[in-house]
């Protein structure tokens, strides 16, 4: 007898063991439901796979180069002020 269309149901027995794992409830009709696996439960979900052509990719791409180039001269300005040695003034 099926309660929904993730739960089967059995006739309730007092010598019925349950694992850890399974979930067990009494219903109205006295009869004890445990779910079925589902594909959300097995982590089997279709998986999002973005298609990346050249049109998506290349404009991304020179975006953050174009992006780090003041960062890029930032570190250049800073490493060339750096005095080293004891002719600090």
Aim: with cysteine; glycine share 4%; charged share 15%.
């Amino acid at each position: 007898m099926l309660n929904t269309n993730t739960d089967t149901c059995v006739e309730h027995s007092n010598d019925h063991e349950t694992s850890p794992n399974s979930m067990m409830m009494i219903d109205n009709n006295d009869c004890v439901c445990y779910d079925v696996d589902t594909k959300f439960k097995q982590q089997r979900l279709p998986a999002w796979q973005p298609m990346l052509t050249a049109v998506s990719v290349l404009p991304l791409m020179f975006a953050i180069g174009v992006s780090f180039i003041p960062l890029g001269i930032a570190f250049l300005v800073t490493a060339n002020n750096v005095r080293t040695g004891p002719d600090r003034n």
